[in-house]
């Protein structure tokens, strides 16, 4: 699927790829934030076997001009899990917004893990 829009110059389209891929770099720079991790073993070995494995660990689902977006992370041991899951939220749906220019109704944050 993909994100489409059009105006007088013609028609844009953003791939869930490319939508996941800003996600996940808008994850890794969040403090707190260790890794993105799929949530699924059989995604994590296709995923090493990969040349690239951007936008791991982050489901795009579009719907019109809506995204819907789950990521899953590893976060780092001892900070507030719910302080880091907000911030993650919020700097994910701001730099979507800015990259596509649609609307980001729903952040889901799941936290696979805990690193030391």
């Known amino acids: 699927m993909s994100v489409n829009t059009s105006n007088v110059y013609g028609k844009i389209s953003i791939s869930d790829l490319a939508i996941a891929k800003v996600a996940a770099n808008a994850a890794l ?13 059989s995604d994590s070995i296709s995923e090493l076997l990969k040349r690239q494995n951007d936008g791991k660990g982050v489901k795009v689902t579009t719907n019109g001009d809506r995204i819907f977006i ?11 899990i719910n302080a880091v899951a ?19 109704d729903t952040v889901n944050v799941n936290i696979i893990g805990v690193k030391l």
């Open 70 to 80: 789950d990521v899953n992370v590893i976060i780092k041991y001892g900070v507030s």
């Open 86 to 104: 907000e911030s993650l939220k919020e700097a994910i749906k701001y730099k979507v917004e800015k990259f596509t220019g649609m609307i980001v």
């Open 29 to 41: 720079e969040c403090y707190g934030i260790v890794d993105t991790v799929s949530r699924r073993l």
